[in-house]
């Protein structure tokens, strides 16, 4: 599973754990819903200052909102 896979589905968890929609992520977060779609299934490259703003949504650190997207040594990740 490439990283972008990996980071959609921390994030949908995260997402479901606190009990948000993906459009309340996308309000608070100021982005598109169908954005806040693509991201949790791993069609799209967020910024940092995308991760910022969803970390700042889920109100976790960006380390927390990153810390389950583990990257396997030796394994490159397609782009």
Known sequence: MNVRAQFG???QR??????LS???VAGIS???RAY???LERGQANPTLLMLARLADAFEVS????LRSV???TGNRQKS
Do not use: C
Request: glycine residues 8%; charged residues 45%; hydrophobic residues 40%.
């Open 9 to 11: 589905l921390a994030m």
């Open 14 to 19: 995260l997402r479901r754990a606190r009990g």
């Open 22 to 24: 993906q459009e309340d």
């Open 30 to 32: 100021e982005i598109d």
């Open 36 to 38: 806040v779609g693509r």
């Open 62 to 65: 960006l380390s927390d909102l």
């Open 70 to 72: 583990k990257l396997r």
